[in-house]
């Protein structure tokens, strides 16, 4: 299966090879998180990993800090994203392989960041630590360091993020269509185990992040990926959103992978609970 963005796991097993003797520059990044243990992924991480990887925290590493609007994972600003990709050995010509065992929902999050502050060679490894470990191939544990310091600078593509005082304005007539990654009980409101609001955006459609992979985690045929998406005319704007801006990339993804764009919006429902907790004022 040749997908640009999606690694299989023979192809890691080949650059890790290449690296191994002087060949190429190679960052792996072990993105398993647990929204419910957030020290889980870590403890995952130090167990047993990718030979190589190093681990990237979804609320250490790959948001920025929270406040009372943003939602629960902010983005990161580019000088933070820098800092920490330079602390994983990221240049400007490194191969990012990214990883977690949640299909998608984390890697896909890395992916999109490295993307959008301007880091185009990043895959997300097919059927991510399951598949690797399931092939037979060595694994480590511990912590491994970087060898050196990555010289690689953030730059944000500013076109690809919305915010809510982008949408909330033109919600009676929007020029996009808002799409909610979460999964169906919660985007109609049935349940709501996380945010302070049940529901979803008016106008918005659901399209579960889920659906993107199979049950073992690996990445669906193309003609599957283009069905998902054909309820929305080719030429709509779509606008992705889910909880908190991470398993929206999962979406964000599959719609890379079969050639149409769309933008995010980061803060997503708990950033839009927050707007409706605590209206702002004009003296705020």
Known sequence: MNYQGVIEVSELAELQGQQEQGNGQLVILDCRYDLADTDAGDEAYRGEHIPGA????????LSGPCERYGGRHPFPTASQFSEFARSMGISSDTQVVVYDDQRF?????????????GHTRVAILNGGFTA???AGLPLAEGVEEAASTGDFTAS???DELLHYEDLYPQLDNPPWQLVDARDTRRFLGNEEPIDPIAGHIPGAINKPWQAVTDDEGFIKPLPALRENWQSIP?????????GSGVTACVNLFSLHLIGRKAQLYPGSWSDWCAHILHPRTESA
């Open 156 to 158: 944000a593509r500013a």
């Open 105 to 117: 929902a984390f890697a896909a999050r890395a992916w999109w960041l490295l993307r959008h502050f």
């Open 54 to 61: 190093h681990y990237a925290s979804l609320h250490r590493d």
């Open 234 to 242: 080719a030429d709509d704007n779509i606008v992705c959103y889910c």
């Open 132 to 134: 690797y470990k399931n």
